[in-house]
């Protein structure tokens, strides 16, 4: 098997953007199964997401919250058949601990979890036809994560290997947060600006609703995702503050081949689009930005 090309960050991420040709990042993940008769009205009483919307062989982000509405897991639920669900997280995820929680006396079996390979493809025009185990959605828009053997799929698709660093740059330029960096099992859906992404407003009751559903109509976080233009690159965990006062921090930074260096960063609410600030270890300001990055 011919081994596949490596290419440089810039390369990369023109591959990876839309139209771009294609390429693919390895990465690792996190597996569970929902099976049963009631596997799907289990997970819709649990999870942000319509569930009993997907039809088999589709798949969507989703939440499980804690009661009070804080973020415990983040997942792509895939329907693989149809009293089967399969559920993809990041290595490390207290999904399935979780889950069995609120098993009672459903007819579920909840397996796993078991850790997975997976590709991140993107930059290409359609979801391609290859040999793997399971194909979701990716995080970063318009992309697809194949799992299986990451190197055996990009040679039989016959793609290049994309930096992890290119697939991060696309990342913070979408505004995707990932559990664990810029947001924590304390954070609510709306300070990880996922209420447009990843709940269905419409399904009923999950839990946790109560507090997603006042925070929609009523409530103001006291803290938001937001983007960051930066003067040079960041380390994570960087202090933000405004007139001298710390109101955030770094969570996300990358370097843009289109943009320069940019981050995420959890921020105050009172911080606003066009605020520039000062951004820990640099003299100039880093400006605030709305989410998703524009050029």
């Known amino acids: 098997m011919a081994q596949t090309a490596l290419l440089d960050l810039a390369t990369g991420y023109?591959?990876?953007?839309?139209?771009?040709?294609?390429?693919?990042?390895?990465g690792t993940c996190e597996v569970a199964w929902v099976e049963g008769p009631d596997a799907l009205g289990f997970l819709?009483?649990?999870?942000?997401?319509?569930?009993?919307?997907?039809?088999?062989?589709?798949?969507?982000?989703?939440?499980?919250?804690?009661?009070?509405?804080?973020?415990?897991?983040?997942?792509?639920?895939?329907?693989?058949?149809?009293?089967?669900?399969?559920?993809?997280?990041?290595?490390?995820?207290?999904?399935?601990?979780?889950?069995?929680?609120?098993?009672?006396?459903?007819?579920?079996?909840?397996?796993?979890?078991?850790?997975?390979?997976?590709?991140?493809?993107?930059?290409?025009?359609?979801?391609?036809?290859?040999?793997?185990?399971?194909?979701?959605?990716?995080?970063?828009?318009?992309?697809?994560?194949?799992?299986?053997?990451?190197?055996?799929?990009?040679?039989?698709?016959?793609l290049p290997e994309a930096p992890p660093e290119a697939l991060q740059a696309l990342r913070v330029e979408a505004g995707v947060p990932r559990l664990g960096r810029d947001m924590t099992t304390a954070s609510l859906v709306?300070?990880?600006?996922?209420?447009?992404?990843?709940?269905?407003?419409?399904?009923?009751?999950?839990?946790?609703?109560?507090?997603?559903?006042?925070?929609?109509?009523?409530?103001?976080?006291?803290?938001l995702l937001r983007g960051l233009r930066l003067p040079a690159a960041a380390a994570a965990g960087a202090a933000v503050r405004d007139g001298g006062r710390e109101v955030g921090e770094v969570t996300s930074p990358a370097e843009s081949p289109r943009l320069g260096p940019i981050a995420l960063g959890v921020l105050r609410r009172e911080v606003v689009v066009g605020v520039e600030v000062e951004v820990e270890g640099f003299g100039a300001p880093g400006l605030v930005v709305e989410l998703p990055f524009s050029a």
């Open 14 to 26: 023109a591959r990876l953007r839309p139209g771009g040709g294609g390429a693919g990042v390895p």
């Open 190 to 223: 709306h300070e990880a600006g996922l209420e447009r992404t990843a709940v269905s407003f419409e399904k009923g009751c999950f839990l946790g609703q109560e507090t997603v559903a006042r925070t929609e109509h009523r409530g103001r976080p006291n803290r």
């Open 44 to 158: 819709q009483g649990l999870l942000t997401n319509d569930v009993l919307a997907l039809a088999v062989g589709g798949s969507k982000r989703a939440l499980l919250l804690s009661a009070k509405g804080r973020i415990q897991a983040d997942l792509r639920v895939a329907r693989t058949a149809d009293e089967e669900l399969t559920l993809v997280t990041d290595a490390g995820a207290a999904l399935v601990e979780a889950l069995e929680r609120y098993h009672f006396s459903e007819r579920v079996e909840v397996l796993g979890p078991e850790p997975a390979d997976l590709v991140t493809l993107g930059g290409l025009e359609q979801r391609p036809e290859a040999d793997t185990d399971l194909a979701v959605d990716g995080l970063v828009p318009g992309t697809v994560d194949l799992l299986g053997d990451p190197a055996s799929i990009l040679a039989a698709l016959g």
